[in-house]
């Protein structure tokens, strides 16, 4: 799967990745928004920045994220 | 208890709950529980002070050696858990002031401050923009990022992204606010440093001047450590300086910035780089207490096709970069090629033309959809004139005698490879093409260059080759250690280091004085509660987000000048005032709920309450049918919908958006205040069958009762028997 800026995205579950720390438990099942995505070798291992409703801004391995709709203005 | 529900707002409920119903009959549990319930309500309303928590442990001692019956034990085990499960989310609340799950409404901060990774207070400088207090505004900001007028510049703008005015028509111009507010304070000589607290006499080496060691140590300079810099680079800003070109970031603007943080004491080593130039046991002889490393991710990845380094021609675009921000004025060819997709590669492109290359393209192996580049850089690349070549895969660079003639290149297609949904793109056979170059630079991405961190040696590194720490508190491996920015994350945001910096200096404030680190990074903070500004619903929804100036296309193909010209005076001070104030609003949908479900009037069209599903709002609407019960706003918790009556008029405001006013009237008979005339009528229509129409005339209820009671008196039917 690859984000894109913009893409409104729910962190679905727990990811196997080092990067994921016991503090992300508490971001599963929340929405957000994709603000920096992989960047110039779109590399499906990048860690992504996204913003969670009421959880602030995080990179997070992409594993742990699905789409939910494009809202790229 | 509820898994997502707050526990200082599942202890207040509960508490309340038990008092109201009577059942603590022993009054001293009672008085105990009402005081604890005080204390609960003021943490929860973010009013609570240090000592809060030692009075709520003090009460639970004095419980504990008094439980009458079974509903005082139950009452007592029901807080001695929450209070030791949730001990931190209390803390938490009386520290920051923040309900992270946002039940406690009126202390929950607002997504644009919650999507900023330095958690910068954004409606409350707007607001202080709005009415032309750029100072105070930069204050603000700089209670969470030091670097405003480069963030004002430069920032990716996250905040922009979750901005809650989008889900109407356009988000708020946030990141060229803040530059106005800097670029303007400044101008006024109003852009000052707060008081850093007197030298503790702790000292602390910060290794890299790049915005996470800027940060970091601008916040430890305010905690009054004393703070070296280490730096390999001739000058302050790191990536800000050596890999942002000039148009996008004059040079002025770091220089100014970073002065602000020398003025603290702060002291920089240029020219020195770390484990070299200086080791570590140096500093720890000049009795170093923490070291914040902060070296970014300087090295570029390799192509790894043929030619490569065959010809001196071939560079990276960070060293290019670099050359040019030194100084180097020299085009690296007439026709040259960037390799890459990323902000990188257009920076790369951008600056090429401008030293006068006669043409230059970037070739990406994807489509212009999966470029990661931010689009307003691709659209300005296409404006000045720079070529895109999509679908393009490089093979081999090739030349004779020492220069090149051109990238060989083949056509590629994007293909979901097997087992995931992920596009690939794969070379097409026989579609082999070569682009005409003499220089090629290559922006395929980043990584950290470790070779100085040797000292660091229980320092652990991650699979992707950046320093491993714990994000709560930037913390490493290694005690006394602690690491943000580019060489954390790898190659990121300008705001993502500021962050971490930030996050770093308060983690060695709390290392050096044995304090415990946080759980989780700490929820933002609201820094004021600044009033809301009066306007009309026409005016709220006519209001747009301005076209931002440019410079002229010739200039920008010729010269180093800042491209994006700024907005003027009049457009930022309107553009703030755009904003919602989601800082008091938090878009529960309670207002809309009442009017509709329980009063029957659907008066509020407010769509964008919904974050997964917005749909259409217009302000103007709600005075078509609005009777200005006021029920909306006695519903209201954080007083976001108001009900005020002001020179004779009554009006709806939603976080000073006036969505309706009506005359106040009088009754005919006393002089009483009435509701509205709308209101009257609504009531009227509902009580139709129960009060008569007053002849047309308007009155209080008193007036009415007594004059339908004259009416009904003598046609009361007597009954004979």
């Given at each position: 799967m690859m984000f894109k800026r913009g893409n409104r995205v729910e962190v679905f579950q727990a990811s196997e990745d080092e990067a994921w720390e016991p503090y992300m438990n508490d971001f599963i099942g929340v929405h957000g928004v994709v603000t920096d995505p992989d960047t110039s070798i779109n590399d499906p291992d990048d860690l992504i920045e996204v913003s969670l409703q009421g959880k602030g801004t995080h990179r997070l391995p992409q594993d742990c994220l699905r789409i939910l709709s494009d809202t790229r203005q | 208890m509820a898994k997502d529900t707050c526990p200082v707002q599942s202890t207040l409920q509960y508490l309340s709950d038990r008092i109201a119903s009577g059942v603590l009959t022993d009054p001293k549990v009672r008085r105990i529980c009402e005081s604890i319930r005080m204390l609960v309500e003021e943490i929860s309303l973010g009013e609570a002070g240090d000592g809060h928590m030692a009075a709520i442990d003090d009460l639970m001692t004095e419980f504990e050696k008094r439980t009458p019956d079974d509903t005082a034990v139950k009452t007592l085990y029901f807080l001695q858990q929450v209070l030791s499960d949730h001990r931190e989310a209390f803390i938490s609340h009386i520290e920051t002031r923040n309900c992270p799950s946002h039940d406690c409404g009126v202390i929950a901060p607002s997504p644009c401050q919650m999507a900023c990774p330095a958690g910068i207070d954004v409606p409350t400088y707007l607001a202080l923009i709005a009415e032309g207090k750029d100072d105070q505004a930069i204050a603000v900001i700089r209670e969470d990022n030091p670097l405003p007028w480069v963030c004002g510049l430069v920032c990716t703008r996250p905040c922009e992204m979750m901005c809650v005015r989008g889900r109407i028509d356009t988000p708020i111009s946030i990141k060229f606010l803040k530059a106005f507010a800097a670029e303007r304070a400044l101008s006024d000589r109003r852009y000052t440093n707060p008081n850093p607290a007197p030298p503790n006499g702790k000292r602390i080496c910060v290794v890299g001047a790049g915005p996470g060691g800027l940060s970091c140590a601008y916040y430890l300079a305010l905690m009054g450590y004393t703070v070296e810099v280490i730096e390999s680079l001739p000058f302050a800003g790191g990536m800000l300086m050596v890999g942002i070109p000039r148009y996008r970031l004059p040079r002025?603007?770091?220089?100014?910035?970073?002065?602000?943080?020398?003025?603290?004491?702060?002291?920089?080593?240029?020219?020195?780089?770390?484990?070299?130039?200086?080791?570590?046991?140096?500093?720890?002889?000049?009795?170093?207490?923490?070291?914040?490393?902060?070296?970014g991710a300087h090295k570029a990845w390799d192509l790894g096709i043929k030619g490569e380094t065959d010809f001196p021609q071939v560079i990276d675009a960070i060293t290019f970069l670099k050359n040019v921000a030194i100084g180097d004025r020299h085009a690296p060819g007439k026709h040259v090629v960037v390799i890459g997709g990323g902000n990188v590669a257009i920076d790369a492109a951008r600056t090429s033309l401008r030293l006068g290359a006669d043409k230059v393209t970037i070739a990406y192996r994807r489509s212009r959809e999966q470029m990661p580049a931010d689009i307003e850089e691709v659209e300005q690349a296409e404006e000045e004139g720079i070529a895109f070549a999509f679908l393009t895969i490089p093979t081999q660079i090739t030349g004779s005698d020492g220069r090149i003639t051109g990238l060989a290149c083949i056509k590629a297609e994007l293909i979901a490879k097997k087992g995931t949904d992920r596009l690939a793109p794969v070379p097409i056979l026989g579609k082999e093409f070569t682009i005409q170059a003499d220089a090629v630079i290559s922006a395929i991405g980043q990584y950290v260059d470790d070779s100085g961190m040797k000292a660091f040696d229980a320092v652990n590194w991650t699979r992707r080759g950046t320093i491993e720490v714990n994000h709560a508190s930037m913390e490493t491996s290694m005690p006394g250690v602690f690491a943000a920015g580019d060489a954390v994350s790898g190659p990121a945001t300008v705001i993502e280091a500021i962050g971490g910096g930030k996050r770093a200096a308060e983690a060695i404030h709390r290392h050096l004085n044995g304090m415990p680190q946080p759980r989780m990074p700490k929820i933002p903070v609201r820094r004021r509660k600044v009033p809301m500004i009066e306007m009309t619903a026409a005016e709220k929804m006519r209001l747009s987000r301005p076209v931002m100036p440019m410079l002229n296309v010739d200039r920008r193909r010729t010269t180093f000048q800042q491209v994006e010209l700024g907005y003027d005076e009049a457009a930022v001070r309107k553009e703030a005032r755009r904003c919602l104030r989601c800082d008091v609003c938090r878009r529960c949908g309670k207002c809309v709920e009442i009017c509709r479900d329980k009063m029957g009037i659907d008066a509020l069209h407010l769509g964008y309450l919904d974050f997964d599903h917005p749909v259409k709002t217009d302000f103007r609407l709600t005075a078509e049918n609005c009777i200005t019960c006021g029920a909306c706003a006695a519903n209201c918790e954080n007083n976001a919908m108001t009900l005020e009556e002001k020179e004779g008029k009554r009006m709806l405001k939603l976080c000073g958006t006036i969505l309706n006013e009506q005359e106040i009237q009088t009754c005919d008979a006393c002089g009483a205040r009435l509701p509205s005339a709308q209101y009257m009528a609504f009531i009227s229509d509902k009580t139709a069958d129960l009060t008569q129409k007053a002849e047309q005339r308007l009155l209080c209820n008193d007036c009415q009762r007594k004059l339908s009671a004259r009416n009904h008196v003598p046609t009361r039917p007597v009954n004979p028997t």
């Open positions: - | 002025e603007v770091i220089d100014r910035e970073v002065a602000m943080i020398e003025d603290l004491g702060v002291t920089f080593s240029f020219n020195t780089r770390f484990g070299t130039d200086v080791t570590y046991e140096d500093m720890k002889a000049r009795g170093t207490d923490a070291f914040f490393l902060a070296i």
